[in-house]
T-cell receptor, first 114, second 111 residues
Framework: EPEVTQTPSHQVTQMGQEVILRCVPI?????FYWYRQILGQKVEFLVSFYNNEISEKSEIFDDQFSVERPDGSNFTLKIRSTKLEDSAMYFC????????????FGDGTRLSIL | QKEVEQNSGPLSVPEGAIASLNCTYSDRVSQSFFWYRQYSGKSPELIMS????GDKEDGRFTAQLNKASQYVSLLIRDSQPSDSATYLC???????????FGGGTRVLVKP
């Protein structure tokens, strides 16, 4: 069964550094998403991406964050000048279309900021 | 008021019994409803989607939706120890794409 793949599985970074989290969505899916889950808290939406542009973003997704689809398969989340509170699990998801279509999640990247 | 609310649990059920999980949502324009299962340290895994009032069954799982009451539920029949996990209710509003998650209900199935 097709799946969303994320790399790396665990990223440890010094505060203030930049990180790039990578995702390969399911190949025929058109909508891509990033969510995060701080330990012990609920899953929170960050951003959705369609047709090479952001379609929706949350208040969390400020100027520190950016997304990109650099080629036909990868979808990346860049976090600039990381802070301690950015430590969380980051999940990439994709869906065939938007709205009603179920979103399928990757295994996540655990980001630890020291 | 939280957008999507779930009882955090834990909901403890004996093996073979029915687990009943509830979820309420605040925004009436919500149109799509999903149940995900999340094992500790893992990612959310889609179990069910439901869009219309009524029941939808898939194997041992039944989702129930009541839009008038802004309520969606999940029944797990013949609960197995492997069903022990946190179950997340998620909602998508009309004309939107983002999933809004509840905090999840932790289920413990005891042999």
């Amino acid at each position: 069964e097709p799946e969303v793949t994320q790399t790396p599985s665990h990223q440890v970074t010094q505060m203030g550094q930049e990180v790039i989290l990578r995702c390969v969505p399911i190949s025929n899916h058109l909508y891509f998403y990033w969510y995060r889950q701080i330990l012990g808290q609920k899953v929170e939406f960050l951003v959705s991406f369609y047709n090479n542009e952001i379609s929706e973003k949350s208040e969390i997704f400020d100027d520190q964050f950016s997304v990109e689809r650099p080629d036909g398969s990868n979808f990346t989340l860049k976090i600039r000048s990381t802070k301690l509170e950015d430590s969380a699990m980051y999940f990439c998801a994709s869906s065939e279309t938007g709205g009603r279509q179920p979103q399928h999640f990757g295994d996540g990247t655990r980001l630890s900021i020291l | 008021q939280k957008e999507v609310e779930q009882n955090s649990g834990p909901l403890s059920v004996p093996e073979g019994a029915i687990a009943s999980l509830n979820c309420t949502y605040s925004d009436r324009v919500s149109q799509s409803f999903f149940w995900y299962r999340q094992y500790s340290g893992k990612s959310p895994e889609l179990i069910m989607s439901i869009y219309s009032n009524g029941d939808k069954e898939d194997g041992r799982f039944t989702a129930q939706l009541n839009k008038a009451s802004q309520y969606v539920s999940l029944l797990i029949r013949d609960s197995q120890p492997s069903d022990s996990a946190t179950y997340l209710c998620a909602v998508v509003k009309a004309a939107g794409n983002k999933l809004t998650f509840g905090g999840g209900t932790r289920v413990l199935v005891k042999p």
